[in-house]
C-alpha cells in the first residue's frame, strides 16, 4: 500500500531532517567553518532563512485566499503575515552582518603563522532593538 502523505509534506519533512544535521555539524565545527555555515544559512537571497522567509510570505498569501473563502480563520492569516514581517526584519539585521561572515569564513595567511598571540575571548554585547 503506498504511503498517502503528499510529496510537499515529506519534502518538509525531509528538510526539517536536513536542517537538524546541519545543526549538529554547526555545534561541532570550526570557527571558520561556522562561519562559512552561518554565512550561507543566513544570507537573506539565497540562504535558508531567506528561502523560509520567502516560505512563510507565501503561506501568507495562500492562507489569505483560503481565509476569504472561509477555509481558514482569519487569526492563521494573521499570525503568517505576522511570522513574514518578523523574518523580514531578521534577514534585515542579519544582512549588516554578511560581510562579516564572509570574512571570519576565510583561512587567513595570518592565522599560519606559528608567532601569533593566544586567541582572547571578547566580551559579549547584548543589543535588543525593537
Known sequence: MPDPTPY??????NIARQLGLLAQHLSQAPPAQTAQILGRVLDAGDGVLGQVTVLVET?????QIHTERGSF????WLALGRAANDL??????????????QRLAQP???SSTA?????VASALVARRHR
Open 8 to 13: 510537499p509534506v515529506l519534502l518538509a519533512d
Open 59 to 63: 503561506g501568507s498569501r495562500s492562507t
Open 73 to 76: 480563520p482569519p487569526e492563521v
Open 88 to 101: 523580514n526584519g531578521l534577514c534585515a539585521d542579519l544582512s549588516d552582518h554578511a560581510e562579516d561572515f
Open 108 to 110: 587567513t595567511a595570518a
Open 115 to 119: 608567532r601569533l598571540p593566544t586567541p
